[in-house]
């Protein structure tokens, strides 16, 4: 089946997809600043489409925890893009790197641009400090977060919400600890086999993820008591980590894909939707159901698919309220090993994709979802191009 927007010459098509490597918060890119992680992936893409003759209209990153102001157009111009290039910076947090896509994607089928760079970064480890000012004679109070929902409103930290969509949905510890041991097989196996390689750009010389592990099996696993909740189920083992990343991803049109004769992602089509912000962990379900519904495509159809792993739990209920295959989930491992640089996840998930859907084989569509705090989703499908 054929959507619509599939074949039409403004139709968005990501041709090319690179991800710095991920590293756990305080480590690897413990000096970086957003715009430090940002960069090279934004240089790096546009010299390779300015090879063929096609200049940057945009840049649009994605980013949670950041100084604020306009960090795209900062790493922009970091990155040597000429000062006439504008960019803008989208907040969805952890679904703000596919944020980015998306409006790419939306600026190409209207026709204000013809190559945008989108995608997403995030420093834990430079994020300032923020506090509220002070009340009277009170001290500056400090926070972590901005809400996520007003006042009189459910408004959970995520370690707690994992484990009540756990609790909803009938995941099991076991299930739980069973899939991120998972994910630390297939992200290790990848990276030793190199599958990594080709989509990691180096940033001052560092390429290689540094959280999979070989060794954290079922029975290390379960060794892990509850992390957030008295006799919960969800644990730091099968929970993602805290880290600092970025990906970026060169978006242009079907026009533009084919006169350069490359190999590309066409996106069919994006959706978001909103759920309760008691249970932010399954918001990926409306989303994707919205998005399937409106292209006629089948979870059956799906060939690969990337979900956000925040939490194996979250992850497990998304799968089976969806029905999905759970062997076409993150065949390279996910957030559990990779790490979860929130504001670039979601960027990170299509860079998985490509990946994916452009080593061969006869794949043809490609899911991916995030689910975002405060009870929203966010979902893209995507289409092997050539």
């Known amino acids: 089946m054929e959507h619509p927007a599939m074949r039409t010459d403004n139709a968005p098509v990501i041709v090319a997809a690179r991800r710095t490597a991920i590293t756990s918060s305080g480590r690897g890119f413990a000096q970086h600043t957003v715009d430090a992680l940002a960069a090279p992936l934004l240089g790096s893409i546009a010299a390779e489409l300015a090879a063929a003759g096609r200049p940057v209209d945009e840049v649009i990153l994605g980013n949670?925890?950041?100084?604020?102001?306009?960090v795209a157009r900062v790493a922009g111009l970091r990155a040597g893009l000429d000062e006439s290039v504008p960019a803008?910076?989208?907040d969805r947090q952890c679904g703000s790197g596919l944020e980015a896509v998306l409006q790419a994607g939306t600026l190409l089928r209207s026709g204000a641009a013809e190559l945008v760079i989108?995608?997403?970064a995030e420093s834990a480890s430079t994020a300032p400090w923020r506090f509220w000012p002070p009340q009277g004679d009170a001290q500056p109070e400090r926070y972590t977060r901005a809400p996520f929902a007003p006042i009189g409103w459910p408004d959970p930290e995520m370690g707690p919400a994992a484990d009540a969509v756990a609790a909803r949905f009938g995941?099991?510890?076991?299930?739980?600890?069973e899939w991120a041991a998972r994910s630390h097989d297939l992200a290790s196996a990848t990276r030793e086999r190199g599958g990594f390689d080709a989509e990691i750009v180096a940033v001052d010389g560092v390429t290689r993820d540094d959280r999979p592990r070989r060794d954290l099996d079922r029975g290390r696993l379960a060794r892990f008591g509850a992390a957030f909740s008295a006799g919960?189920?969800?644990?730091?083992?099968?929970?993602?980590?805290?880290?600092?990343?970025?990906?970026?991803?060169?978006?242009?049109?079907?026009a533009v894909r084919a006169e350069l004769g490359l190999p590309g992602l066409r996106i069919v089509a994006a959706s978001t939707a909103g759920s309760d912000p008691a249970l932010p962990g399954i918001g990926a379900v409306a989303a994707v159901r919205k998005l399937?519904?409106?292209?006629?495509?089948?979870?059956?159809?799906?060939?690969?698919?990337?979900?956000?792993?925040?939490?194996?739990?979250q992850l497990l209920a998304v799968s089976d309220e969806l029905g999905l295959d759970e062997e076409r989930i993150s065949a390279g491992g996910g957030a559990i090993a990779l790490g979860h640089p929130w504001g670039a996840s979601g960027a990170v998930l299509v860079v998985r994709l490509a990946a994916r859907m452009l080593a061969g084989?006869?794949?043809?569509?490609g899911l991916a979802a995030c689910s975002i705090g405060g009870g929203q989703g966010i979902a893209m499908l995507v289409e092997r191009a050539a």
């Open 292 to 313: 399937l519904a409106r292209t006629g495509v089948a979870t059956s159809e799906l060939d690969a698919v990337e979900i956000t792993e925040a939490f194996a739990a």
């Open 88 to 90: 803008v910076t989208v």
């Open 232 to 254: 919960g189920t969800v644990t730091a083992g099968n929970s993602c980590g805290i880290s600092d990343g970025a990906a970026a991803l060169a978006v242009t049109t079907e």
């Open 361 to 365: 084989g006869d794949r043809r569509y």
């Open 118 to 120: 989108a995608g997403g």
């Open 64 to 70: 949670c925890l950041g100084p604020g102001g306009n």
């Open 171 to 177: 995941i099991s510890r076991q299930r739980q600890d």
